[in-house]
């Protein structure tokens, strides 16, 4: 698949202003010429024609200016020459080398032609003699260009000054983009939270407002997704759990029937299975909610979470308890806690053998978090599918009838919605696996620990 190469916004609007600054400062030196010629006409016609009116007061013989060929005639040396000439002598007129124009009936400035390019001259006509003042126009035009670079000369200084201005504002104004692309970056697939746009300019409030509705619409159908799923999960425990009753029924009359502990034993576990599908669907249809937070103390809750499953330890002659048992006061949603430690203790039983030992510890080293750690002595799990077994319905020991693979990732996706980390290792002491969940004793808005896990997970 070709990649497309995306533009950059912000390096097009500082390579559009610096060229837009380029032509403007040509067409400003452009102006500054313009303007500068017509002064300096202004001001060099006046002299040659004082020069001119001077001449004409006082007796002058006549005289004649040679145009020197190697001579270059600068602006700084005005050029100016001057030419007396009588009417009844004529040779003058047809020497190249001479500005002599043919006489005039009126005075006033006249244009000459000659090898050495386009002079500008100033004739006043008398009764016996012609009195002319000639300039070259090319010094006028060097002396206006040079008036025009002197005036362009604090613009060129300070070009490249107000590029570096331009960039730094367009860089300025744009940062709303970037940050609009970060407070999306930080948003994981359930951030679907409307964005807030106080601090957001005029022009990206259209694009906000459509990301909100999309967003509306999003939680709109995921929810009921969701709430489906819960329902038919809710629906299907009823028949399953009737089913396993007359099983049980059956085998108290026939015990010796293969058939029906085989029955029994798959119903079990369809019924455990039931069972993890809604905790899971009423998980995730949770996470698309804000649950207001209790004020609850984490040994009840485990101890709670210890009663309902020592049945379940007992029959398999488990040594079930606590090793560390802090009293700790929380702020949180005690449904979530409680799922929690509720499938850690469940997996832990379906995976410790008979009469092997399950440690519950709960405790806490700082005052922002607690800790809840399970450990048994069961087979454990292997370093490298840690990663592998929070994912749903991933299991390792499949030999086992009773479990589904949505145990640890039931406990993950709780553990993130409080903010907390989940961290699988071995058990030093009893050698299967420990579980280890550092959760907040407060817990904030659902947003913000949203945005905490996704810049932990970046």
């Not at 126009?137 to 040079?146: D, I, K, L, P, Y």
Request: some cysteine; proline content about 4%; aromatic content about 8%.
């Amino acid at each position: 698949m070709k990649t497309v190469k995306h533009y950059s916004l912000k390096k097009r609007l500082i390579w559009g202003t610096s060229i837009f600054s380029l032509l403007l400062g040509c067409l400003l030196i452009l102006a500054a010429y313009k303007i500068s010629l017509h002064e300096v006409d202004k001001i060099l016609d006046t002299q040659m024609q004082y020069m001119a009116e001077q001449s004409a007061t006082r007796p002058i013989p006549t005289m004649a200016s040679r145009i020197e060929s190697h001579e270059t005639y600068y602006y700084h040396q005005e050029g100016l020459l001057v030419d007396i000439w009588a009417y009844h002598d004529h040779n003058h007129l047809s020497d190249p080398s001479q500005l002599l124009l043919p006489p005039v009936k009126q005075a006033g400035f006249y244009s000459q032609q000659t090898n050495q390019g386009n002079w500008r001259v100033y004739v006043i006509p008398l009764k016996h003699y012609q009195i002319q003042v000639s300039q070259r126009e090319s010094v006028r035009q060097t002396f206006a260009w040079e008036l025009a670079g002197s005036m362009f000369m604090p613009y060129v200084l300070l070009l490249p000054i107000a590029i570096l201005l331009l960039a730094f504002i367009i860089s300025l104004n744009l940062k709303p983009l970037d940050d609009f692309k970060t407070e999306l970056t930080q948003r994981d697939s359930d951030g679907l939270a409307p964005i807030n746009s106080d601090h957001y300019p005029q022009e990206l409030m259209p694009t906000i407002e459509e990301m909100n509705r999309l967003f509306e619409r999003i939680q709109h159908a995921q929810t009921e997704q969701k709430q489906f799923i819960a329902d038919a999960a809710h629906e299907l425990r009823t028949p399953v759990t009737a089913l396993n009753l007359q099983t049980r029924i059956l085998i108290g009359q026939f015990p010796e029937h293969e058939a029906l502990q085989n029955l029994s034993k798959g119903l079990a576990r369809i019924q455990h299975l039931v069972t993890q599908l809604l905790a899971l669907a009423k998980q995730d249809v949770a996470l698309s909610m804000i649950e207001p937070n209790t004020h609850f103390r984490l040994n009840d809750v485990a101890l709670n979470c210890v009663e309902q499953l020592v049945n379940l330890a007992m029959q398999k002659e488990i040594d079930l308890g606590f090793e560390r048992n802090e009293l700790i006061e929380m702020q949180s949603i005690e449904s979530t806690v409680h799922s929690i430690i509720f499938n850690l203790i469940d997996n832990a039983i379906k995976y410790t053998p008979n009469q092997g030992i399950i440690n519950i510890s709960v405790f806490s080293d700082t005052d922002d978090f607690a800790y809840i750690q399970i450990e048994d002595s069961g087979a454990g799990i292997e370093p490298e599918k840690y990663d592998e077994v929070l994912k749903r319905f991933y299991r390792i020991h499949h030999h086992l009838e009773v479990g589904s693979g949505l145990g640890l990732s039931i406990v993950d996706k709780a553990t993130q919605r409080l903010g907390g980390v989940l961290t699988l290792s071995r058990s030093m002491d009893l050698g299967g696996l420990s579980v280890l969940v550092k959760l907040p004793k407060v817990l904030g808005s659902y947003e913000d620990h949203t945005k905490l896990n996704a810049k932990k997970n970046n």
